[in-house]
């Protein structure tokens, strides 16, 4: 599979070969769809919590006799059927939404995105991406040098001059490729990854 390989122009400067295995692959949406919605499940906490009507700090007091009045009968105020009563089905702080996926799917599903990226014309590699002070706007400039508005950008080492630069940027977001996720992948328009970081690709997933 050949990669478009850019300068830091944003300009073509030629192609790149890169393993079959890892960006020629055909796209599965259903895979993909099933290790984003895993990624994002595992990714919640799980720790809302609601009352029911034994945790609700209200009386116990009945609120009026059971007879006579000509309303309907009530027992306690902390009903489900009242106002500020609690819950008939609440929701519990250890639940847990995390979903198994396997090893194996995973890699195939990152595989299969990524083949769709480079298609689709939105992953470009560069020979390497610094910065040489802790400044956001070097970063920015060097981003819209390239002709990118979102972008995700994937090194082999995020150094802290780069972290630094990179984090008050709302539209991109500088990772490893050991946290490259399908989420992120997704969400940017574009992926620019560097050569050292393709190489390391190719070892974690083809």
């Known amino acids: 599979m050949e990669l478009k390989l850019i ?5 073509s400067a030629g192609s790149l070969s ?3 295995e890892l960006f020629g692959r055909d796209y599965n949406e259903a895979l993909v ?3 984003v919605t895993g990624y994002l499940a595992n990714g919640r906490q799980g720790t809302r919590a ?4 034994s945790e609700i700090n209200k009386s116990t007091k009945k609120p009026w006799k059971q007879k006579g009045t000509g309303r309907a009968r009530a027992g306690r105020a902390s009903s489900p059927l009242w106002r500020g009563g609690g819950k ?3 929701n519990l702080p ?3 939404f995390s979903q ?4 194996k799917m995973y890699r195939a599903g990152m595989c299969a995105l990524l083949s769709q990226l480079a298609r689709e014309g939105r992953l470009s590699v560069v020979d390497g991406l610094t910065v040489e002070a802790p400044k956001t706007k070097l970063l920015a400039d060097k981003v819209k040098g390239l002709g990118f508005d979102r972008v995700l950008i994937i090194t082999d080492e995020i150094d802290d001059n780069l972290y630094l630069s990179a984090r008050n940027l ?3 977001l500088v990772l490893e490729p050991r946290h490259a996720d399908p989420v992120s992948l997704m969400r940017f328009d574009h992926t620019v990854v560097t050569k050292a970081a393709l190489a390391k690709l190719e070892e974690m997933l083809a």
């Open 170 to 172: 709302q539209n991109v």
């Open 33 to 35: 769809h099933q290790i």
């Open 7 to 11: 300068d830091a122009k944003g300009q």
């Open 100 to 103: 198994k996926i396997n090893r």
């Open 50 to 53: 609601q009352k029911g009507r």
């Open 94 to 96: 250890d639940e847990n």
């Open 88 to 90: 008939i089905f609440p």
């Open 18 to 20: 890169a393993s079959d």
